[in-house]
């Protein structure tokens, strides 16, 4: 791209020469705008997948911890019930 601006501000404008650059500059610049369109919507993509798996995570590590109270606690009450069930 600057390439291409130093060689068109080298002919004067109307020129034969200076059209041809100019095009290539716009051509470029095309490009260059496509490439990073395209990789931000990669980057955004990967954001979304990156974002998503930690819900995931996050959900199955809460769901781990609620099963593992859940048991303890069934544990304490099963206990407590097997000393109530010796007194009586």
């Known amino acids: 791209l600057a ?3 130093k060689y068109m501000k080298q ?3 109307g020129s034969e020469e200076r059209i041809y650059y100019e095009e290539k500059v716009a051509q470029t610049k ?5 490439k990073l369109i ?3 919507d990669e980057f955004t993509a990967k954001i979304q997948e990156t974002n998503q798996k930690l819900i995931d995570g996050s959900k199955a590590l809460t769901q781990e911890y609620e099963d ?3 048991s ?3 544990s304490l009450y099963s206990a407590i019930f097997y000393f ?3 007194e009586e």
């Open 30 to 34: 095309k490009e260059i705008h496509d």
């Open 38 to 40: 395209s990789l931000n």
């Open 68 to 70: 593992a109270v859940n």
């Open 11 to 13: 002919y004067k404008p």
């Open 72 to 74: 303890r606690q069934q």
């Open 3 to 5: 390439a291409c601006e």
């Open 84 to 86: 109530d069930e010796m």
